[in-house]
């Protein structure tokens, strides 16, 4: 039986006047790896970026419904996003790693949590970078800059960097637009290692990407929830038209 | 009919026009260094630098100018630094674009234009008329501060703009406080704009006179504490040429005031390079 860790009702979001999300309905079980799909605008980031509130930092940002993480509303007044920050590792679509060494990016948010301790942030960090299969190539480079890794590397080393933060969600905004098939599949790899210990929200722009890696698969359109179905559903006999439309490629 | 012009003589021609404008800025540049160092180094010796001035300045060295100035603008940075780059901080990080943070930026560029000598005017009625401060250091440390917080708040602020929004974005993701992002990821990837804010500063401290020559006094004593009044090289230079003390002790304090701003600028640039490499 799932337990479900993440739940939607009628959830919208505004910025401004404008929806972004209109009356989402969606839950997400536990260690699971769910897939976010549809078109530029649709709604798919805004979700994501609801769930951790770094929407909050856009002007304007205002939402309805009610949003739960494990029973408990994200937007009640009470909870402390600093903390629900920590509990949902996000990931960007570009690669963005901090103009610091290798190490000070993977230890950043232990350091951010107040973590002093050289032993226990080495030993942190070397954990995190072996999890994303990245210690064998820059365990001898520690100490260089982190902007001089390649795409991927880079890619992998914010992967590691929120694993650092030992969070429950690991939250994946196109983590692999911009990144070669080789390096995409590692993520990917990677990501399936990953499920036994975290759940995983992967939105992606490439549906084949969900259809690979995805154990359930929603469809965004328009701020809109289409469907949210296991994947092999959505990709073989999904429910709704505009879905068939979309992963055949009729528009996106 | 219109003329057609040739797009390879187009190119020729504007890069000769181009050329020689940047040729003329750098000539009268390095004609006025040269012209000021060639009249001005010979009377530059270790005497020059360590001995106090005899006679009005007519006879001995400068070193209490040296002492003056060094201190002058040490304090107008001390001071200005923190009130600027915070001020920056708080106008780009903390508030939102509104008609207070117009209002903040439309009164700092106007501190911008003003010219120095009405600074030194209000040094003077504020600082040390009313506040009773006397010509001092103090006196003029918080005028210069006031003269070059402008261009630190506008440079700081240009600096923190310029750090990448993903970079915060990461750092809020992270768990990181507004603060915390502040400190940790947004200033150190500004400090090199930040520096050259405080770059600026100094240079305009180092060689101020209006604003100094008011707050500060002249006297030609070694200052001793903040409330001792002293002279700046520039000062001490103004009164030379124009009461016709000593025309060579004048362009000797010139050439040292121009090689004190180059080695500055020198060793910030260094600084800031070794800085820059590391990580980016």
């Known amino acids: 039986m799932e337990k479900t860790v993440i739940r939607a009702k009628e959830f919208s979001h505004f910025f401004g006047s404008a929806p972004a999300l209109k009356r989402i309905s969606l839950e997400i079980f536990e260690n699971e790896i769910f897939g976010i799909i549809g078109p530029a605008g649709s709604g798919k980031s805004t979700f994501l970026r609801a769930l951790n509130r770094l929407n909050d930092l856009i002007p304007g940002s205002r939402t309805e419904g009610m949003l739960e993480i494990r029973g408990r509303d994200v937007n009640a007044p009470g909870i402390s996003v600093v903390e629900l920050r920590r509990r949902l590792g996000m990931v960007f679509a570009t690669p963005v790693p901090l103009p610091r060494s290798i190490f000070e990016n993977v230890a950043f948010g232990a350091r951010l949590a107040g973590e002093k301790s050289r032993g226990r942030l080495t030993e942190l960090v070397a954990d995190c970078l072996k999890k994303t299969a990245l210690w064998e190539e820059v365990m001898d480079r520690l100490d260089s800059s982190a902007l001089k890794l390649s795409g991927g590397q880079q890619q992998r080393l914010c992967l590691a960097r929120i694993l650092a933060l030992k969070p429950e969600f690991i939250l994946l905004d196109e983590p692999t637009s911009g990144l070669d098939p080789i390096s995409t599949m590692k993520i990917e790899e990677t990501l399936r290692k990953f499920r036994s210990e975290y759940t995983i929200i992967l939105v992606t722009n ?24 296991r994947t092999d559903k959505v990709f073989s006999a999904p429910s709704d038209k505009r879905t068939n439309d979309y992963i055949s490629g009729k528009f996106g | 009919m219109r003329v ?11 890069r000769a026009l181009l050329w020689l404008l940047t040729g003329v800025t750098i000539f009268i540049l390095f004609f006025i260094i040269f012209y000021v160092l060639k009249k001005g180094l010979p009377v530059v010796s270790l005497e020059f630098l360590t001995k106090n001035p005899v006679e009005m300045g007519k006879a001995g060295g400068i ?15 001390l001071i200005a630094s923190p009130l600027g780059i915070g001020s920056a901080i708080y106008l780009t990080e903390y508030t939102r674009e509104n008609w207070v943070t117009r209002v903040i930026r439309f009164g700092s560029e106007c501190l911008a234009g003003i010219p120095s000598i009405i600074f030194g005017l209000f040094g003077f009625i504020f600082f040390v008329v009313k506040l ?3 010509w001092s250091l103090l006196s003029g440390g918080l005028t210069l501060a006031f003269m070059i917080l402008p261009t630190i708040i506008r440079t700081s602020e240009e600096a923190i703009r310029s750090v990448p929004y993903c970079y915060r974005e990461v750092s809020f993701s992270l768990g990181g406080t507004r ?9 150190p990837s500004a400090l090199p704009g930040i520096a050259t804010g405080i770059m600026l500063g100094i240079g305009r401290s180092i060689g101020e006179t209006a604003a100094v020559i008011f707050t500060a006094g002249s006297s030609l004593h070694i200052p001793t504490s903040l409330f001792s009044s002293s002279r700046t090289m520039s000062v001490h230079f103004y009164i030379l040429a124009r009461e016709g003390i000593s025309m060579s002790k004048a362009y000797g304090t010139a050439a040292v005031l121009i090689v004190a701003i180059l080695a500055i600028n020198i060793v910030a640039y260094t600084l800031m390079n070794r800085f820059m490499r590391k990580y980016c």
């Open chain 1, 206 to 229: 490439n549906t084949k990407q969900a259809a690979r890696v995805a154990d359930r698969t929603a469809f965004f359109l328009d701020g809109e929830l289409v469907e949210a179905e």
């Open chain 2, 4 to 14: 057609r012009i040739d797009p390879r003589a187009e190119q020729q021609f504007f």
């Open chain 2, 63 to 77: 070193f209490s100018t040296i002492l003056g100035t060094g201190a002058l603008t040490l304090l107008a940075i």
């Open chain 2, 132 to 134: 009773g401060l006397g």
């Open chain 2, 179 to 187: 603060w915390q992002t502040v400190t940790r990821v947004v200033l």
